[in-house]
T-cell receptor, first 112, second 110 residues
Framework: NAGVTQTPKFRVLKTGQSMTLLCAQDMNHEYMYWYRQDPGMGLRLIHYSVGEGTTAKGEVPDGYNVSRLKKQNFLLGLESAAPSQTSVYFC???????????FGPGTRLTVL | KQEVTQIPAALSVPEGENLVLNCSFTDSAIYNLQWFRQDPGKGLTSLLLIQSSQREQTSGRLNASLDKSSGRSTLYIAASQPGDSATYLCAVRSTDKLIFGTGTRLQVFP
């Protein structure tokens, strides 16, 4: 099993550009999450999904959109990138809310 | 609002020492607490998950305890090795969210 994978690993954007980050998991998990990690602030939840076709806002959702069209995939979109969105983005999944979360390797995004 | 604090922010110890990493949280109404390890430039690896009804969990040289009433958890690492060098994160589940601490950066030198 590959576990949780993220594409791409690195990306540089200019302010105002858009992009989509892809997260895929092969563990048949119902729950998927997108976090961002910034120095000195820990990981913060952006959006999450409790199942195919559902999404919910996390702690810092502004400027991001998500979609969960297939159970194994969770997409994070930036419609108009801003320098404040420079961060490392992590995807995670779990069988249930109360269960252990498994993380992907991360995507390092720089917005100039 | 739940807040999670990890002290110290950084720790450097010689190989072979037993050590304790601390995690504190402000709201004792939690579902569970999870400890992670993060290597530089990598993702998070789950180490231990303690449900709110449990007092401790053990995996190899790692032992994590949970005291909900005092809002504290400790991660005990026995006989530390250079390969244990990493950042250790604790995260508390409150309602539907996992709230992370900022981590303790551990360096174990030979």
């Amino acid at each position: 099993n590959a576990g949780v994978t993220q594409t791409p690993k690195f990306r540089v954007l200019k302010t105002g550009q858009s992009m989509t980050l892809l997260c895929a998991q092969d563990m048949n998990h119902e729950y998927m999450y997108w976090y961002r990690q910034d120095p000195g602030m820990g990981l913060r939840l952006i959006h999450y999904s409790v199942g195919e076709g559902t999404t919910a806002k996390g702690e810092v959702p502004d400027g991001y959109n998500v979609s969960r069209l297939k159970k194994q995939n969770f997409l994070l979109g930036l419609e108009s990138a801003a320098p404040s969105q420079t961060s490392v983005y992590f995807c995670a999944s779990s069988t249930a809310l109360a269960n252990e979360q498994f993380f992907g390797p991360g995507t390092r995004l720089t917005v100039l | 609002k739940q807040e999670v604090t990890q002290i110290p922010a950084a720790l450097s110890v010689p190989e072979g020492e037993n050590l304790v990493l601390n995690c504190s949280f402000t709201d004792s109404a939690i579902y569970n607490l999870q400890w992670f390890r993060q290597d530089p430039g990598k993702g998070l690896t789950s180490l231990l998950l303690i449900q709110s009804s449990q007092r401790e969990q053990t995996s190899g040289r790692l032992n994590a305890s949970l005291d909900k009433s005092s809002g504290r958890s400790t991660l005990y690492i026995a006989a530390s090795q250079p390969g244990d060098s990493a950042t250790y994160l604790c995260a508390v589940r409150s309602t539907d969210k996992l709230i992370f601490g900022t981590g303790t950066r551990l360096q174990v030198f030979p």
